[in-house]
């Protein structure tokens, strides 16, 4: 009898955005960016969400140990603002259009402080690029129409898409297909007042 090799899987810690008239208001937002004729590709919105620490591949047996590091993590449930939108790296080179999380931010960001040292005892390595709380809505793949998309985002710098209850940090599987990337739930910890 042979071991079993444990399986490997993407994954990333994140909350997700799962309110609906929040996401009506980002579906419209990125409506308003394919009109501008650039080449991007919008987020589906069961994909949209917060991510608090991308992992990478990892193996599954690795799945209760980072659970149990995210139970560690002290928070109660409290409200995000999500409001205007930006673009990585630099307003100049659109690679990635995002929203901006207003009131809450420093809350992600103390989550983000709290499992940090508990990912590197599980052997993780530090992001290179930092921690910067937003929400992904599209990726730019090409530089036609580049003055319209970045007029457009210009315009919508002050956007309001509204308040989002934050209870849950969930651990997520991603699993990359030609069609984009399918994310499922491995688990989850909630908090309730």
Request: proline share 4%; aromatic share 6%; glycine share 6%.
């Amino acid at each position: 009898m042979g071991l079993e090799m444990p399986e490997i899987i993407r994954s990333f810690v994140a909350i997700d955005i799962d309110n609906e008239k929040i996401l009506s208001q980002l579906r419209d937002v990125q409506g308003k960016l394919i009109e501008t004729s650039a080449r991007i590709k919008s987020v589906t919105p069961e994909n949209i969400h917060i991510t608090i620490r991308f992992l990478g591949d990892i193996h599954t047996e690795m799945i209760d140990k980072i659970h149990s590091s995210m139970e560690k993590v002290s928070f109660t449930p409290f409200d995000v603002r999500i409001h205007g939108i930006g673009a990585f790296p630099t307003s100049k080179y659109v690679r990635v259009v995002w929203a901006g999380i207003q009131d809450g931010r420093k809350k992600i960001e103390a989550i983000f402080n709290q499992l940090e040292p508990q990912l590197r005892v599980l052997g993780f390595k530090p992001d290179s690029r930092g921690f910067s709380p937003h929400i992904t809505i599209s990726r730019v793949r090409a530089g036609q129409k580049k003055a319209e998309l970045i007029r457009c985002i210009k315009d919508l710098a002050n956007h309001e898409f509204g308040i989002l209850k934050v209870c849950c940090l969930k651990l997520k599987k991603s699993v990359l297909t030609s069609r984009g990337p399918i994310y499922s739930n491995l688990k989850e910890v909630c908090r309730s007042k």
